[in-house]
């Protein structure tokens, strides 16, 4: 079953996130083999993190309920709040297989939340330029709550425009980019 999770950061948070990066690494360590995309996001300046986006693959909504609950940022209070969907891994690949490679571009993270009809649930077009792609689901897959993309593109506007105009009551837009150990 696999699961997109987005931990926000609470404002005031980056010095307590610099402090537990070890911690947070070492926690990512243990699901090492279940990682399907992970990575920072970060604000305009491209530099203060914003949040921390993980889609795992698990066997159950408790496990993933644990994942991004125990994780050590959750549990000092540097996250202001979690979404914790179930996913669908429409491009049936990690990031890692992404073809564009680690790094060059400009990588963005794309939530479009519902209600609704179900939208943007086959992949677009523009495949080559996209890390990660599903819908976000309820916990028993029956109802479309929205979609998560991650992608590379030439600007947020751009990035957006991955999803479909006008079916989504909100669309967030944040700079993202590959997230784990430094090489």
């Known amino acids: 079953m696999e699961f997109f999770c987005y931990h926000r950061d609470r404002p005031g948070s980056v010095d307590l996130r610099g402090e537990l990066i070890e911690e947070h690494w070492s926690y990512m360590d243990r699901y090492a083999a279940e990682m399907i995309a992970r ?24 496990a993933a309920r644990t994942f991004a609950f125990d994780e050590p940022n ?4 540097a996250y202001r ?11 049936g690949r990690t990031m890692w297989d992404f073809p564009g ?18 939208a943007d649930i086959t992949v677009p077009p523009a495949r080559d330029e996209l890390i990660a792609h599903g819908p976000l689901l309820s916990d028993d897959e029956s ?11 030439a600007d947020p506007d751009t990035a957006r425009g991955v999803l479909a105009a006008d079916t989504y009551a909100s669309v967030e837009v944040h700079d993202w980019q590959f997230g784990g150990r430094p090489s």
């Open 39 to 62: 990575g920072p996001t970060f604000a305009d300046d491209g530099e203060t993190p914003t949040g921390s986006v993980h889609i795992v693959d698990l066997p159950d909504t408790a």
């Open 81 to 91: 709040d979690v979404l914790l969907r179930r996913w669908r891994n429409m491009l």
């Open 143 to 153: 109802i479309w709550v929205g979609t998560a993309v991650l992608l590379r593109a």
């Open 101 to 118: 490679g680690r790094t060059g571009g400009n990588r963005y993270l794309v939530i479009g939340l519902g209600p609704g009809k179900a």
């Open 74 to 77: 959750y549990q000092a209070g």
